[in-house]
């Protein structure tokens, strides 16, 4: 099956710094999915941040970006499915996301006939409360213990290998600070299962592939970055 991906879009109507140019993302998306539409895609995941905010961005235009880019991603008709990034936390809640955008709250499984997709979310402070409610910081992502054992049902659960989204990285080989803190816990229960086929990341901009455990950690570059346009097809 073909698998269409992107992140780090980092939507917003403010001008960002770094290199960013988020207020492009709208139509950076809009070329991914054409090309996601065009490839006969399957099914297609955002990895996280799919919007921001700066310094002239109120909570009513990060809502509108937020809407506006899921109704575009909606428009194509592939299933889609937002695996939540720290910046996704920053001006609303969850519960605003579901209402706004029919927004699904991980964690949770995607089965298909060939594959089952487990979507994550680690915006949990060391304290386990999510970033919307604790606050976000993004050096201090955490999966807490009741993800932890979705985790494990999920993958004894199943006869079908198994795909693994999560924003955040589980992957030890990037920046120390885009590491989610009990990833190593994480790592052991996939290698442990010996079902999952691939595990799937954002966050860390500049992107990385690494094979643990023979089992492959890709993590996109970010599409925000400069006026690249960086999204991702994988036939597995």
Same mark, same amino acid.
């Given at each position: 099956?073909?698998?269409?991906?992107?992140?780090?879009?980092?939507?917003?109507?403010?001008?960002?710094?770094?290199?960013?140019?988020?207020?492009?993302?709208?139509?950076?998306?809009?070329?991914?999915?054409?090309?996601?539409?065009?490839?006969?895609?399957?099914?297609?995941?955002?990895?996280?941040?799919?919007?921001?905010?700066?310094?002239?961005?109120?909570?009513?235009?990060?809502?509108?970006?937020?809407? @506006?880019?899921?109704?575009? !991603?909606?428009?194509?008709?592939?299933?889609?499915? =937002? /695996?939540?990034?720290? #910046?996704?936390? %920053?001006?609303?809640?969850?519960?605003?996301?579901?209402?706004?955008?029919?927004?699904?709250?991980?964690?949770?499984?995607?089965?298909?006939?060939?594959?089952?997709?487990?979507?994550?979310?680690?915006?949990?402070?060391?304290?386990?409360?999510?970033?919307?409610?604790?606050?976000?910081?993004?050096?201090?992502?955490?999966?807490?213990?009741?993800?932890?054992?979705?985790?494990?049902?999920?993958?004894?659960?199943?006869?079908?290998?198994?795909?693994?989204?999560?924003?955040?990285?589980?992957?030890?080989?990037?920046?120390?600070?885009?590491?989610?803190?009990?990833? @190593?816990?994480?790592?052991? !229960?996939?290698?442990?299962?010996?079902?999952?086929? =691939? /595990?799937?990341?954002? #966050?860390?901009? %500049?992107?990385?592939?690494?094979?643990?455990?023979?089992?492959?950690?890709?993590?996109?570059?970010?599409?925000?970055?400069?006026?690249?346009?960086?999204?991702?097809?994988?036939?597995?």
């Amino acid at each position: 099956m073909k698998i269409g991906l992107f992140t780090d879009s980092h939507y917003c109507k403010s001008q960002l710094g770094g290199g960013r140019d988020s207020r492009a993302s709208l139509e950076k998306i809009r070329v991914s999915m054409e090309a996601f539409k065009q490839e006969g895609v399957d099914i297609c995941f955002c990895l996280g941040d799919l919007t921001d905010h700066g310094p002239t961005d109120t909570k009513e235009t990060v809502e509108k970006c937020f809407i @506006e880019a899921m109704e575009l !991603i909606n428009s194509y008709g592939i299933p889609f499915y =937002l /695996v939540p990034g720290n #910046h996704d936390y %920053l001006m609303m809640k969850a519960e605003e996301l579901v209402e706004k955008a029919g927004y699904r709250i991980p964690p949770y499984v995607v089965s298909t006939e060939e594959l089952d997709f487990i979507v994550l979310d680690a915006n949990y402070r060391s304290n386990m409360v999510r970033f919307d409610i604790a606050g976000v910081e993004w050096t201090d992502s955490n999966l807490p213990p009741q993800q932890i054992e979705f985790l494990k049902k999920a993958l004894y659960d199943t006869s079908r290998k198994c795909v693994v989204l999560v924003h955040e990285n589980l992957d030890p080989s990037v920046q120390e600070w885009h590491i989610i803190k009990n990833s @190593e816990e994480v790592r052991g !229960i996939i290698k442990q299962s010996g079902r999952v086929k =691939l /595990v799937l990341q954002g #966050h860390y901009h %500049l992107g990385a592939n690494a094979v643990i455990d023979n089992i492959p950690y890709i993590t996109l570059a970010a599409m925000c970055e400069n006026k690249n346009n960086y999204f991702k097809i994988l036939n597995i």
